[in-house]
């Protein structure tokens, strides 16, 4: 499928809490058909810059632009709309609801982890449930979850459910997916599956950015690597360069 991905340019962005200065002009691009992977230490501020390109926080300076649109200051239901998919690690789906549904729900749901919110809007939008039926099934297709689409979907495992996350992003159609965490708590072989996912999604050209802690399925899997440490981009590049910098070592590694 063609996911039609745009371009992500965050700017000389700051946030503060209280004293505490999070992201110090902090600058990213993420270009589409490429996996951007922001990474860091703990409290290195890369939580606070998902939930500013979410708006979910308001940016002290800096701009923050998808393709032609000024995403800073907008609410987050604005950002959604926008064309802004995040996942969220611990998706809040209630029982009784299929895979399908649940990936359809996407379809109207705007920065909310709540499956059930967004499940309980769907009669409102009989007229148009065809065409969401098909985007979900292909979304499913997508994330290799299609021959579950009658399962429910709080019972499947764990690696599955991150799959129907990334369907349920993808189903509006975003400009942007932003991953948060997609891999934490999966074994070996699910974490491949998913970067595999993630690779078909950046090859059918969605612009996709991830925070992830696996430094090995980083590496494995991002074209652009952003590197942040005490809320400054401390280096950037391809995964290459950035294995071989010692100050990203020393700074991310400990070491
Ligand atoms: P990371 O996601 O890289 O672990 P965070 O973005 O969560 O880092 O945190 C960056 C810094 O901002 C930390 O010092 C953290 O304590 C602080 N911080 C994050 N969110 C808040 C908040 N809502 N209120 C106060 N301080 C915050």
Not at 103 to 109: C, D, E, I, N, Q
């Amino acid at each position: 499928p063609d996911l039609r991905g745009e371009k992500l340019k965050v700017a000389g962005v700051a946030k503060a809490f209280g004293g505490n200065q999070a992201l110090d002009t902090v600058g990213l691009i993420a270009e589409p058909g490429q996996v951007t992977a922001l990474i860091g230490p703990n409290g290195s501020g890369k939580t606070t810059l998902l939930n500013m390109i979410c708006g979910f926080y308001r940016a002290d300076a800096g701009t923050i632009t998808l393709g032609a649109k000024n995403l800073e200051g907008r609410a987050p239901h604005a950002v959604a709309r926008s064309g802004v998919a995040r996942t969220f690690q611990t998706p809040n789906i209630p029982p009784g609801i299929t895979v399908l549904d649940a990936v359809m729900s996407g379809r109207f749901a705007t920065h909310s982890a709540s499956v059930l919110e967004a499940v309980l809007r769907l009669p409102r939008y009989r007229r148009v449930r065809r065409d969401d039926f098909a985007e979900a099934r292909r979304m499913l297709d997508l994330v290799g979850l299609r021959h579950l689409e009658a399962s429910e979907a709080v019972a499947l495992p764990l690696g599955q459910r991150r799959l129907l996350e990334v369907a349920r992003s993808l189903v509006a159609g975003p400009g942007l997916l932003l991953l948060d965490e997609v891999a934490s708590g999966l074994d070996e072989d699910e974490a491949a599956g998913l970067a595999d996912v993630i690779r078909k999604v950046r090859d059918a050209g969605g612009t996709v950015v991830l925070v992830e802690h696996n430094f090995q399925l980083v590496l494995s899997l991002a074209d652009h690597i952003v590197v942040l440490a005490q809320g400054r981009v401390i280096a950037e590049g391809t995964p290459d360069m950035i294995e071989r910098d010692p100050r990203v070592m020393s700074e991310y590694l400990g070491t």
